[in-house]
């Protein structure tokens, strides 16, 4: 059963250096998300992402952080300048369309981002 | 502000019981409904989905959903140590973006 791949598993870095997590997502799905699951706290809706084009964002989605598909498998989430506080876990998902009545998503398995 | 409340637990129950987990939200809009498990470090995993008022079942699992009381509930049959996680709640509203509770860890002792 295809899965939605997220690497690296895990990231250290330091404060202010820039960061990118990468998916790839599974081949027939056309929507692509991120979320973060800072410890102990809920799952946040960062970006969702269709036809090259950002179609939603959270207010958590400020100018630090941008997605892009750079070669039609990988989806990527870049982070400019990292704080402290973005420490946290980092979900990719996908959908084959939007998250209407009867679509579900899938999530790939994480990157564990932590800035020191 | 959408908002979607979960009790965080603990929710004990002994093996072979069934759990309870419940779910409220605040918006009116909602249409789709999702119960995911996460185990600690891992990413949510899709449990149920219930997109009407009613009961769905699947296997050991039963979704319920009350538009009118903006309620939505899991119950786990014969619950087994390995259902021990966290049980996410998400809703879905006219922005097909999800919005998720904190969560109810369960624990499933022997």
């Known amino acids: 059963e295809p899965e939605v791949t997220q690497t690296p598993s895990h990231q250290v870095t330091q404060m202010g250096q820039e960061v990118i997590l990468r998916c790839v997502p599974i081949s027939n799905h056309l929507y692509f998300y991120w979320y973060r699951q800072i410890l102990g706290q809920k799952v946040e809706f960062l970006v969702s992402f269709y036809n090259n084009e950002i179609s939603e964002k959270s207010e958590i989605f400020d100018d630090q952080f941008s997605v892009e598909r750079p070669d039609g498998s990988n989806f990527t989430l870049k982070i400019r300048s990292t704080k402290l506080e973005d420490s946290a876990m980092y979900f990719c998902?996908?959908?084959?369309?939007?998250?209407?009545?009867?679509?579900?998503?899938?999530f790939g398995p994480g990157t564990r981002l932590l800035v020191l | 502000q959408k908002e979607v409340e979960q009790n965080s637990g603990p929710l004990s129950v002994p093996e072979g019981a069934i759990a309870s987990l419940n779910c409220t939200y605040s918006d009116r809009g909602s249409q789709s409904f999702f119960w995911y498990r996460q185990y600690s470090g891992k990413s949510p995993e899709l449990i149920m989905s219930i997109y009407s008022n009613g009961d769905k079942e699947d296997g050991r699992f039963t979704a319920q959903l009350n538009k009118a009381s903006q309620y939505v509930s899991l119950l786990i049959r014969d619950s087994q140590p390995s259902d021990s996680a966290t049980y996410l709640c998400?809703?879905?509203?006219?922005?097909?973006?999800?919005?998720f509770g904190r969560g109810t860890s369960l624990i499933v002792h022997p």
């Open positions: 998400a809703v879905i509203g006219g922005s097909y973006i999800p919005t």
């Open positions: 998902a996908g959908s084959r369309t939007r998250l209407a009545v009867e679509e579900t998503q899938y």
